[in-house]
């Protein structure tokens, strides 16, 4: 066990347990890659969208044709579906101007409803000559198929998620060849397969599926060129005209024990992703590249317009469009998305994912790991954040070198993200440690300093020393009042003081706390205490102020929780009154003492006048008095009340001191309003030497319901009247009382 130890002590100083967790977490996230969940290939193929939003494929070429059915065309021809003879027209008019292949992005499933046939047996009030003429018409759909035959055709299949009806084993399927691994395991497959009407599909030199599948988030970003389909295997749309293209009779599958690598005809080979999907290199929507059915068939194109080129037959009109998302434009038609996999292929502009791309990212995934595992906590972080920051830029870099230069996708997030989540670890890790320094720092002064001093200095040791600064705060003195008469009644128990003060002082030691307050001390019964240091407090008055209202209410809650222990047979009971001065100005705070020994305290002439307003407090009545600064900066929050205009021992300016008497619901009650008005109108006739008017004011006062509150204050007023009656004060005298006691 001892040998246990030893080696664990050596093995966190010399290697580390961050590293060794790093090099956990490299194995994992190597793992999660192998895994690829969706969430990590979403993130893969958003950076590839990036890369062809910055970068889109730039049309060299236009060798495809969208022919239209817009709305010009249904106006003009009427609403869809059209007659098969008319689209018996579109392909021969295409053919006659020189279209390579004719592809429809449309199924034709069911057998056209205007066939002669169809007529004899549906219209009313036919002769019989009639409706057998009619029936010995050719159908629509057999125009329509021979039309076919006289030009090279592609017609579209769609891929369903439940099998509609079953297959025609008659029909003709396009030849397949398989090099390699049996491929069909990994190809997309659909349940059921929709197809065009048997007379159609005989006639048609090829038949591909133009069925695209969006990703998880709606966007197309790949295409099946192969895929399985109610059992069979099919060729998408684009691939059987290329195939159709080049005269081709076979299409060829590599595959080995990953996936599918490509598909090739003669002259193309077309790289895939492991399921047979080609990513599509997408240009910007291309308009030029649409034309309308309509001029079709009114035969108003020109020749260069359809020679020698891929056409595509889809529709924009309302109701008809087929929509779909792509990385470099939220809406286009899903025609043009086949449109633009023919114009990557044809001119040679087609996107791929290399086989060696994981080996590419794996390596580069594990080289940069254990550098950073090895060499971080080496460096500063200045250097540190500059090599981060170039083997960024280095992944990202290369990344779009190889899809700009070889159309190569090669995934950069993979490695940057294994790189910084091992990174953040490292981090995390010297954080936890310097925390456990901190918890150091607070478990040896904790006995000594204040919390808040404590946590300053567990941000900042170095502020371990001599010195102050100046700022304005705002301080409290508090007191109980009688406390000398309190603890002769515990001569013979100084356990039972001890619990007291325990219990009083807490409350109003929680009171401070939470309002943002700092303990400066502990003298016996009193505390002081002040605001807006060592943290910065903009409403430090304001703060001050809720803190000794709350520091009166949790008094008054503790008498009475004291009251019913005294009924139900506890100790004695005696209320505990507290008395509280506060006082706002220019104070110098730092740490104070000798080199040996010193605190966290604060001095200045507007310290001395808080600790002499708490004095007042018993005077007056009031049991919290505050200074003009305190007093006019809380005006609006707080019941104010103006008390006097006092010189205080050992100070030379007067200053003019208030009683708070509650929050602003007992400002706005008629019995402050009625107490407020009493106090201005004795106070006026006072500091006018208007004797007799201020007795007048005294007097009404004393028989109202608020004599009591003011029963005090009303003393001392009475009391320095009649002294000024019989000694009247200077010609000089501006209100001010001095005061004789501290």
Known sequence: MKRLRILRRWFARKFGYARFLCIALLIGLAALRIADPPPVEELRVRIFDAFQVIDPRVKTARPVVIVDIDEKSLAKFGQWPWPRTRIADVVANLTRLGAVVIAFDIVFA?????????????????DDETRTKLRALPSNDQLFAEAMRNSRVVLGESG?????????KNLPV???AMLGEDPQRFMLNFPGLLRNTPVLEAAAGGRGLFTIRTERDGIVRRVPVIMQAQGLTMPSLTFEMLRLATGSDTIFIKSDVAGIKSVAVKGFEVPTDRNGQLWVHFAHHDPSIFVSAADVLEGSLEPQTIAEKLVLIGTSAVGLL?????PVSPVMPGVEIHAQVLEAALTKKLLSQPSYGPILEFGAALLLG????WLAPLFGPVTLVAVGAFIAA??????????TQHKLLIDFTYPLLSTTAIYLTLIFSSFVREQAQRRQIRSAFGQYLSPALIEQLAQSPEKLVLGGEEREMTIMFSDVRGFTTISESFKNDPQGLTALMNRFLTPLTNAIIARKGTIDKYMGDAIVAFWNAPLDDKEHQLNGCEAAVDMLERIDML?????LEAQEGGPAFFPLNVGVGLNTGVCVVGNMGSDLRFDYSVLGDTVNLASRLEGQSKEYGFPIIVGSKTALAVKDKFAILELDFIMVKGKKEPEV????AGRADTAQSGRFQRLRNLTIEMLACYRSRNWEGALAAIERGRRTDEARTLELLYNIYEARIRGYQTNPPPDDWNGAFALLTK
Do not use: C, H, M
């Not at 369903?160 to 025609?168: A, K």
């Not at 087929?322 to 792509?326: E, I, L, Q």
């Not at 001191?657 to 708070?660: G, K, T």
């Open 160 to 168: 369903l998620p439940y099998v509609l009806r079953e297959l025609d």
């Open 174 to 176: 396009t030849g397949l």
């Open 110 to 126: 069911e057998p056209d409803r205007l066939n002669p046939d169809v007529a004899a047996d549906t219209i009313r009030n036919l």
């Open 559 to 563: 008498n009475k929780q004291r009251e």
């Open 370 to 373: 254990i550098a950073v595992i």
């Open 394 to 403: 280095l992944l990202v870099g290369t990344s779009w070198y190889f899809y």
């Open 657 to 660: 001191i208030y009683a708070i």
């Open 322 to 326: 087929d929509v779909k998302t792509t």
